[in-house]
T-cell receptor
Framework: GAVVSQHPSRVICKSGTSVKIECRSL??????MFWYRQFPKQSLMLMATSNEGSKATYEQGVEKDKFLINHASLTLSTLTVTSAHPEDSSFYIC?????????????FGEGSWLTVV | AQKVTQAQTEISVVEKEDVTLDCVYE???????LFWYKQPPSGELVFLIRRNSFDEQNEISGRYSWNFQKSTSSFNFTITASQVVDSAVYFC???????????FGDGTTLTVKP
């Protein structure tokens, strides 16, 4: 079946640096990808929606200049956390929407743990 | 708008007990997908099941079973003969095909004690 892969699964970075998380659809084309964030002991919250070849749409309260999303191809979206701070430490997960005969279906990646020290 | 309610914040059972995790959803859409995910202490999200809104057949996979009731907008998850390794946070989610967005419940933390 369709699989969405995220890389890296865990990353530690220093405060002030930038870190990139990749989300790939392995055997299907994803016209839309979604990025979520999970705060400790909380549910997953949608950060932004990205459509291939266009700018991402950010949810209210999400800083677009801090969380850069690029969806350059139908199989790859990237989330770059710029000038990371310890409060950016979180679990980030992406999902991808596949267009199928029966309608849209969606698949989630396994997530990426970011720790900013 | 859509919403997923997992009323049970935490559940604790003893190994070999059966346990049911409740999930109630709200949506105006007629076409949607429902999901259950497991998040073990290691942190990654593990896919358990995806159910199309037009398919109300209940499903069983080993010790796991799911009861989808459209009449009550519920998609409950039962673990039979629970094991310590089942200890995790379990998320229920709905994906709205028209809006193209997923909404997660707050999760239920299941602790299975030996």
């Amino acid at each position: 079946g369709a699989v969405v892969s995220q890389h890296p699964s865990r990353v530690i970075c220093k405060s002030g640096t930038s870190v990139k998380i990749e989300c790939r659809s392995l055997d299907f084309q994803a016209t839309t990808m979604f990025w979520y964030r999970q705060f400790p002991k909380q549910s997953l919250m949608l950060m932004a929606t990205s459509n291939e070849g266009s700018k991402a749409t950010y949810e209210q309260g999400v800083e677009k200049d801090k969380f850069l999303i690029n969806h350059a191809s139908l199989t790859l979206s990237t989330l770059t956390v710029t000038s990371a701070h310890p409060e950016d430490s979180s679990f980030y997960i992406c999902s991808a929407r596949e267009r199928g005969v029966s309608g849209n279906t969606i698949y989630f990646g396994e997530g990426s743990w970011l720790t900013v020290v | 708008a859509q919403k997923v309610t997992q009323a049970q914040t935490e559940i604790s059972v003893v190994e070999k007990e059966d346990v049911t995790l409740d999930c109630v959803y709200e949506t105006r859409d007629t076409t949607y997908y429902l999901f259950w995910y497991k998040q073990p202490p290691s942190g990654e999200l593990v896919f358990l099941i995806r159910r199309n809104s037009f398919d109300e057949q209940n499903e069983i996979s080993g010790r796991y079973s799911w009861n989808f009731q459209k009449s009550t907008s519920s998609f409950n998850f039962t673990i039979t003969a629970s094991q310590v390794v089942d200890s995790a946070v379990y998320f229920c989610a709905i994906y709205n095909t028209n809006a193209g967005k997923s909404t997660f419940g707050d999760g239920t933390t299941l602790t299975v004690k030996p």
